[in-house]
């Protein structure tokens, strides 16, 4: 019986450990596949508030924050950046390894 007891309380320990929860405890849903960036590195989707800097990507359900990392999982596909900046190599001061010339609508 006591064995029994102890395997449960074990047991029920080695799951609670394997579940992962955020640290303020909301995850933004998935970025959609594309998204386009205007002059600023910011969009709002599906009541959060996302910024693109340096090749990452953060959350917040403010534009004021606190901003979280956004799991690598939900970043998009492709990013592209519409407005200034059609200079050879950057685009807006970001990484053009995002950015693809084939879809570009400016």
Do not use: N
Not at 13 to 25: E, S
């Amino acid at each position: 019986m006591k064995k029994i007891l102890i395997l449960t309380s074990f047991a029920v320990f080695l799951l609670t450990a394997c579940v992962v929860m955020p640290r303020h405890g909301v995850v933004a849903p998935y970025l959609p596949p594309v998204v386009v960036l205007d002059v600023e590195p910011y969009y709002y989707y599906e009541g959060f508030h996302y910024h693109y800097d340096r090749d990452r990507w953060y959350y917040s359900q403010s534009r004021r924050g606190p901003w979280y990392d956004l799991p690598r999982d939900h970043y998009p596909r492709e990013l592209r950046f519409k407005g200034k900046g059609k200079g050879k190599g950057k685009r807006h001061g970001h990484d053009d390894r995002y950015y693809d010339d084939r879809r570009h609508d400016d």
